[in-house]
């Protein structure tokens, strides 16, 4: 029983070192089982949720949370007073099958600290990869950390034995990584993007040419950002966003909100809602990738934040309130899901409903639409529903009132301020 | 002509009446599968045997007048655990067998909303619980699931484990309508068969190894500082927990065998 508590010790310690990295997500990709065990669903499956309602999809660990950085931000830093242990690519196998069979996971997401140099590490990491795809034939979901400065070969190889591969930014400028995470450069973590990048490119012409090629990385790459450690506005954030998106064609940008229990002299004191911040980063984010919403609409040099009250896309239909109201009946696709309150399913609902006949606005209410928002920038045969004239203020008074019943969201911490010590303790394992 | 219809509650004798009444464009006033329900006294009593040519026949028909997902729509639709479900694909289909394929964008309509939304109700159920089923490894050699789903998604839950799990004996046990799934992994076959329950699935050593691994491994995992039970609720309601491992102390309580019942 000696060795079940060793892996039981050390399967704590490391999901502890892991459960900061926001990257859930088991979708986007399709992989048959071919004679093996498991495969992945292309829609992504939740098997639980933990008590702060988070999902959880994969089994995320870290290989060690040995490292030999120093960044302020995360728990696994040199510096701090940890119990070190590592797993071996067998231990890590058996587990993730262990687990799979019974279908508690959707796959594994395999994360580390740096233990020697980033070769080996990342070397330790493909063999616990590929001792799960070649000995198990596993064909589930994986999600797999690439390590900073590791040898471009070495990324290759990962890329062809995962789904989704990542590297975590983690701060969205080069100063401020150079304050937080002085052992890494900004070059470090973007050049292994952009090589994965090209090969997902050059894997895509390939397998266009031969289906028999290697998928690489089928799920695509993501990436986490900190949110609320250092001073960076949310237009900063959101173009950096933007910018992933559009150049390097990344799946998902993760936003973490940051939360000091205990200051370090190199962080600032920051906002007292990270949560509720880090919720509305999110939502502009759906808005760059699903709602045709550019960062610049969302945010300028007027208001380099989000509203805290209001959610992005009203804000800025409040901003704009000359293109409201849009007849249902008549507006583009395109023009639905600039709607506050309308999201794709429902725009998508409109537009196939429409098509039989005209609609009114209990038809909308028939289709599922929700129109506590909806309801002030829109008509239905001419008629709108909103009882009130559109202006800007008395809108924003109606829409802010409405918002105090939202279930499930929570967007405030529990947390008193922070006292300033010299003790640096954070809550953010930025482990790459 | 609008009386009463009895079927055996099967989808194939569900499909032999829909090919009796919808010719004739008649209404039932309700359908029955228990021939002892009280109402059947006051109102005359048509039986509709099953019978397997005229389904096929009246399939070929359906999916010629409907859009894949309209036939999707109604399998789903009954497979739902709600009564009047029948009606409700009668009142469906007689508009189907009037306005054609447009019926698949007639979403507001008072005789589509019910159906569609019914079909959303059970889809989206039968998506969660590709997550929830948690499977024991039994001395018996196969690895087995208690779950308790409001609908009937054996039937739909299944190709998607069949595919999963090709290399393991497994059998998913639907203790709500008291049938299960068994499935072979030598003939890569799986069957649904009438199942009761009534003993303690008998665990492997390695089982409770890993059962108390993933406890332990699924309560660290959570951040105290963001605590949210609230959200935790909406996603994992409490009527699911009593199957779920990571929320039941110790394993077995919940078991039982599998044991046809025919």
Known sequence: ?432 | MSGMYRYDGTFAGLLTLLAHILPNRILPYSIIVDPLLQQSLFAEVTTIETDQEQVEEFWAELTKRLTPSCCNHIMRAFLADQTGRELMICRYLLLAWEVGKKIGGMLANPHVTPLWKLSQQVGGETHRYKGFVRFQETRGGFFYSAISPDHRILSLIAPHFAARFSDQHWVIHDMHHDEGIVFDRHRRKWLILPMESNHEPDLTPAEERFQALWRSYFTTLAISERENLRLQRSKVPLKVRPWLVEFSQGGGEYGAQMMPSS
């Open chain 1, 1 to 432: 029983m000696a060795v079940a508590t060793d892996i039981m010790d050390k399967l704590e310690i490391l999901a502890e070192g892991a459960k900061y990295d926001a990257s859930c997500a088991s979708s986007g990709s399709f992989r048959r089982n071919c004679d093996g065990i498991g495969n992945a669903a292309s829609c992504g499956i939740c098997h639980s949720w933990t008590s702060d309602g988070r999902c959880v999809s994969l089994l995320k660990l870290l290989m060690t949370n040995i490292c030999i950085y120093d960044c302020a931000y995360c728990v696994n830093r040199r510096s701090n007073d940890l119990r070190r242990v590592m797993l071996t690519p067998a231990e890590v196998a058996e587990l993730t099958i262990g687990f799979y069979r019974r279908n508690y996971i959707e796959g594994l997401f395999l994360s580390t600290g740096v233990v020697r140099s980033p070769d080996y590490t990342m070397e330790l990491l493909i063999a616990a990869v590929s001792s799960l795809r070649q000995e198990y034939r596993f064909n589930g979901y994986i999600h797999l950390k690439l390590v900073p400065g590791a040898d471009s070969l070495l990324v290759q190889k990962a890329g062809l034995l995962a789904d989704r591969v990542s590297i975590n930014l983690e701060l969205p400028t080069p100063e401020s990584l150079a304050l937080l995470a002085p052992d890494k450069s900004r070059e470090a973590v973007v050049g292994p993007m952009r090589q994965v990048n090209n090969l997902i490119v050059i894997n895509r012409e390939e397998r266009r040419a031969s289906r028999s090629v290697p998928r690489f990385a089928p799920a695509g790459q993501s990436t986490q950002l900190i949110v609320g450690a250092t001073n960076e506005s949310d237009r900063q954030i959101v173009t950096l966003s933007e910018q992933l998106y559009r150049r390097l064609d990344l799946k998902r940008v993760y936003y973490s909100a940051y939360i000091p229990v205990v200051a370090d002299t190199r962080l600032p004191v920051r906002s007292t809602s990270p949560l509720r911040r880090e919720h509305r980063l999110y939502q502009a984010d759906w808005l760059l990738r699903y709602y045709g919403f550019s960062a610049h609409e969302l945010l300028d040099e007027k208001t380099p934040n989000l509203e805290v009250d209001i959610d992005p896309k009203t804000g800025w239909a409040l901003r704009h309130l000359e293109l409201f109201p849009v007849e249902i009946n008549l507006a583009d696709y395109e023009v639905l899901l600039r709607v506050p309150g309308i999201g794709v399913r429902s725009a998508q609902r409109i537009v196939r409903a429409r098509r039989q006949g005209h609609l009114g606005i209990d038809d909308l209410a028939k289709l599922g639409v929700v129109l506590k928002r909806a309801r002030y920038f829109l008509t239905a045969r001419g008629r709108y529903p909103g009882g009130c004239a559109m202006e800007s203020s008395l809108l924003r008074r109606k829409l802010v009132g409405g918002q105090s019943q939202q279930g499930g969201i929570q967007l405030e911490l529990p947390l008193s301020q922070p006292q300033a010590t010299d003790e640096r303790i954070s809550l953010i394992a930025g482990e790459l």
